[in-house]
């Protein structure tokens, strides 16, 4: 089984709808982030949470929420989907000092608004 | 305004014969500085890092070069194989703003046989 699994893997979804992607982790990490990947713009963050009780904004998260249910358990919320949030959303996982290489990424999920 | 830039969307390499990633950075606060690797429908994973202390890591193939007074890197991949083919992202972290990773827009290398 993989460290870090993202459902669902593939999802279309009309505009106004909501929908949620789930993330669930192996690793025993504590930090945990929600990305997004746009051609040419990268990976964005979108929330990051670095323990249960701890929510933060990244720097795309208007029209985003996250429920932190466990350490092992993070899902992101589209409340009311729009088509710019078509992209491919990465769920990763860090140990907590926190350096680069300690990053682990699901597969993703690729969301289209139609 | 990105932090982390990589200008070249794509590069073509012929196989054998040397690959290299460029990116460029504006934080002179970022602490290291790494390279993903991305194959399609996989997430991306960690390739190398370097310092923001050190000019050059090696392992392997692989070689990053780091220049803070252009505040740019780059990755070099000899010799270049097939199997690298995959979308490179260059990121970045400090670790005084919670180290999280700042990534560039990436690039595709296209390794020819």
């Known amino acids: 089984d993989a460290d870090v699994t993202q459902t669902p893997r593939n999802r279309i979804t009309k505009t106004g709808k909501r929908i949620m992607l789930e993330c669930s982790q192996t690793k025993g990490h504590d930090r945990m982030y929600w990305y997004r990947q746009d051609p040419g713009l990268g990976l964005r963050l979108i929330y990051y949470s670095f323990d249960v009780k701890d929510i933060n904004k990244g720097e795309i998260s208007d029209g985003y929420s996250v429920s932190r249910q466990a350490q092992a358990k993070f899902s992101l919320s589209l409340e009311s989907a729009i088509p710019n949030q078509t992209a491919l959303y990465f769920c990763?996982?860090?140990?907590?000092?926190?350096?680069?290489?300690?990053?682990?990424f699901g597969s993703g999920t690729r969301l289209t608004v139609v | 305004d990105q932090q982390v830039k990589q200008n070249s969307p794509s590069l073509s390499v012929q196989e054998g014969r040397i690959s290299i990633l460029n990116c460029d950075y504006t934080n002179s606060m970022f602490d290291y500085f790494l390279w993903y690797k991305k194959y399609p429908a996989e997430g991306p994973t960690f390739l190398i890092s370097i310092s923001s202390i050190k000019d050059k890591n090696e392992d392997g193939r692989f070689t990053v070069f780091l220049n803070k007074s252009a505040k740019h890197l780059s990755l070099h991949i000899v010799p270049s194989q097939p199997g690298d083919s995959a979308v490179y992202f260059c990121a970045a972290i400090h670790n005084n703003a919670g180290n999280m990773l700042t990534f560039g827009g990436g690039t595709r290398l296209m390794v020819k046989p």
């Open positions: 990763a996982t860090s140990e907590g000092a926190g350096i680069g290489y300690g990053y682990t």
